[in-house]
C-alpha cells in the first residue's frame, strides 16, 4: 500500500512541477488545465488528448497544460471502471429520468465496442453523465491552479524586493 502511494506521489509531483515551469500567464496554463481536466473525464478514448489540445488553442490558452493535465487521468486509470459506471449512471438518469438497475456491459464482447451503434447504447450516456464530474472538476482546476500560479510567480518577486531594503 505505502509503494502505491508514493508512485501516486510521484506522478502527480511530476505533473505539477511540470505545471508550474510552463512560462506563460497564470489565466492562460489555468485554463488550458482546466481544459484538459474536462476532457480528461469524457469518455472519449484515444481522442481525449487530440481534443483538449484543439480547444485550448481555439481558446488561445496553453495547449501544454492542457495536454499534461488530460493525462494526469492516466494516474486515475485503477478508478477508471468506477468513474465510467457513475457517469453512465448520471447519463441514463438526465437522458432517461431513472438510473439503469442493471448496465448490459457483460453482455457485449470486445468487438461490440468497436461499433457506432454502441454509442447510441452506451457512449452517450457516459457522455452526458461527464458532465457531472468533468464542469465541476474544471472549475476547480481552473481557479485553484490560477491561484497557485499567481502566488508562485509572484514569490520570488517579493523575495527580490526583500533583498534590495538591506
Given at each position: 500500500?505505502?509503494?502505491?502511494?508514493?508512485?501516486?506521489?510521484?506522478?502527480?509531483?511530476?505533473?505539477?512541477?511540470?505545471?508550474?515551469?510552463?512560462?506563460?500567464?497564470?489565466?492562460?496554463?489555468?485554463?488550458?488545465?482546466?481544459?484538459?481536466?474536462?476532457?480528461?473525464?469524457?469518455?472519449?478514448?484515444?481522442?481525449?488528448?487530440?481534443?483538449?489540445?484543439?480547444?485550448?488553442?481555439?481558446?488561445?490558452?496553453?495547449?501544454?497544460?492542457?495536454?499534461?493535465?488530460?493525462?494526469?487521468?492516466?494516474?486515475?486509470?485503477?478508478?477508471?471502471?468506477?468513474?465510467?459506471?457513475?457517469?453512465?449512471?448520471?447519463?441514463?438518469?438526465?437522458l432517461h429520468g431513472h438510473f439503469s438497475r442493471r448496465p448490459r456491459f457483460s453482455h457485449m464482447v470486445l468487438r461490440d465496442y468497436m461499433e457506432w451503434t454502441m454509442f447510441f447504447t452506451?457512449?452517450?450516456?457516459?457522455?452526458?453523465?461527464?458532465?457531472?464530474?468533468?464542469?465541476?472538476?474544471?472549475?476547480?482546476?481552473?481557479?485553484?491552479?490560477?491561484?497557485?500560479?499567481?502566488?508562485?510567480?509572484?514569490?520570488?518577486?517579493?523575495?527580490?524586493?526583500?533583498?534590495?531594503?538591506?
Amino acid at each position: 500500500m505505502r509503494s502505491v502511494r508514493l508512485w501516486f506521489r510521484r506522478k502527480l509531483g511530476a505533473q505539477h512541477s511540470r505545471l508550474i515551469k510552463i512560462k506563460d500567464t497564470p489565466h492562460s496554463v489555468a485554463l488550458g488545465a482546466a481544459i484538459g481536466m474536462f476532457f480528461g473525464f469524457t469518455p472519449l478514448f484515444g481522442l481525449k488528448t487530440l481534443l483538449s489540445i484543439g480547444v485550448a488553442w481555439l481558446c488561445r490558452s496553453n495547449k501544454l497544460a492542457s495536454a499534461v493535465t488530460v493525462t494526469l487521468h492516466d494516474v486515475m486509470l485503477p478508478f477508471a471502471p468506477v468513474i465510467y459506471y457513475w457517469e453512465y449512471q448520471f447519463g441514463m438518469w438526465i437522458l432517461h429520468g431513472h438510473f439503469s438497475r442493471r448496465p448490459r456491459f457483460s453482455h457485449m464482447v470486445l468487438r461490440d465496442y468497436m461499433e457506432w451503434t454502441m454509442f447510441f447504447t452506451l457512449g452517450r450516456p457516459m457522455l452526458v453523465g461527464s458532465l457531472f464530474l468533468a464542469l465541476p472538476s474544471a472549475a476547480i482546476v481552473y481557479f485553484f491552479l490560477r491561484t497557485l500560479l499567481a502566488r508562485a510567480r509572484l514569490a520570488p518577486a517579493e523575495v527580490g524586493e526583500g533583498n534590495g531594503d538591506q
